[in-house]
C-alpha cells in the first residue's frame, strides 16, 4: 500500500509530502496518523535542521476526506465521535510538531489550500506560494469550525477582524492577495515552487538553527505573555544561546573576518 505521507531526506533538509494527489490530498484518518508520526519524527530527528511540507501533485491540500465524514455520520453518535475525535487528535498532534520544534518549517503550498490544508500553512514558520495558489478556509462552508490550531494561528497572522471576515465570509485569496494579507511569505512561478523552497530550505539549515528554534520559541510565545515575562524568556534563551557552539563560532568568525561555518549546535 502506497504511503500517505512521504519523507525524502536532502541532507539536513527533510521534505514531508503529502500523497493523495488523485483526491487533492484530502486528509483521512490514515494520512492524519501517518502525519503525526512523520511529523513527530522529524522533530526529534537531531541530523535535520529545516523541514519542508508540501503535496504531491498540483494542489497542497483541499481540506479533510468528505467521504469519510459521510460514512462517519451513519455510524451511532459514540462511534462518529470516536473516529472525528482521533483524527483531530492526529491533525492537532502533527501541527504541535511543527510549531515548537526547533527548526524552521517551510510550507510550499500550490493549488487548493482549504479547510486544514489552510490551518496546516498558517503551522508553518515560512511560506512559498505558487502562483496558482488559491485558498479558502472552508470549515463554515461545512458547517464546522476550525482545526488544525486555525483559530489560533490566523488571528495572529491577520488580525482578528480579517480573520472573521475570512472565516465568515469564506471568501477565495488568490496568491497575490495571500501574500498582502502575510499568510505567504514569497511568491513564485509555480514551475520554480520546489527548487525555490529547497533552495531556502537547504540555506535556513546551513545557519544556525539553534538559534532560529529559540526565535521560534520566542515569538511563538510572545502574544500570550506581558512583557516582562516575554523580556524574561528573552534573557534566559540568550543566555543559553551564548553557551552553544555556533555563538563561540559566529563571534571566533566575526573578529576573524571569515564567513562562520555552523552546525546547529
Not at 531526506?9 to 496518523?33: D, K, Q, S, T, Y
Not at 489550500?113 to 472552508?138: P, R
Amino acid at each position: 500500500m502506497t504511503a500517505k505521507v512521504l519523507v525524502e531526506r536532502h541532507g539536513a533538509v527533510a521534505r514531508i509530502v503529502l500523497n493523495m494527489p488523485e483526491a487533492l490530498n484530502a486528509i483521512g484518518p490514515e494520512m492524519a496518523r501517518e502525519f503525526s508520526q512523520v511529523a513527530a519524527e522529524v522533530a526529534e530527528d537531531p541530523a535535520l535542521r529545516c523541514v519542508v511540507v508540501t503535496g504531491a501533485g498540483p494542489h497542497f491540500m483541499a481540506g479533510g476526506d468528505i467521504r469519510c465524514f459521510a460514512e462517519w455520520l451513519e455510524l451511532p453518535a459514540a462511534q462518529r465521535d470516536a473516529h472525528l475525535g482521533a483524527l483531530i487528535s492526529d491533525v492537532s498532534d502533527a501541527v504541535s510538531s511543527l510549531r515548537t520544534m526547533a527548526k524552521p518549517v517551510i510550507g510550499a503550498v500550490r493549488g487548493a489550500v482549504a479547510g486544514f490544508g489552510f490551518s496546516l500553512m498558517c503551522a508553518c514558520d515560512l511560506v512559498i506560494a505558487s502562483e496558482t495558489t488559491n485558498c479558502k478556509l472552508a470549515y463554515c462552508q461545512l458547517a464546522a469550525s476550525p482545526d488544525g490550531g486555525g483559530s489560533h494561528t490566523l488571528p495572529r497572522l491577520v488580525g482578528v477582524r480579517k480573520a472573521m471576515e475570512i472565516a465568515l465570509l469564506d471568501e477565495r485569496i488568490d496568491a497575490a492577495r495571500a501574500l498582502e494579507l502575510g499568510l505567504v511569505s514569497r511568491v513564485v512561478a509555480d514551475t520554480a515552487l520546489d527548487d525555490e523552497t529547497m533552495t531556502l530550505a537547504q540555506r535556513l539549515a546551513g545557519q544556525a538553527t539553534g538559534a532560529f528554534g529559540r526565535t521560534k520559541r520566542l515569538f511563538n510565545a510572545s502574544l500570550d505573555n506581558d512583557l516582562p515575562t516575554q523580556l524574561e524568556a528573552e534573557r534566559q534563551a540568550f543566555v543559553a544561546g551564548a553557551a552553544s557552539q555556533d555563538f563561540a563560532e559566529a563571534v571566533a568568525a566575526f573578529l576573524g573576518r571569515r564567513k562562520p561555518e555552523f552546525h546547529g549546535r
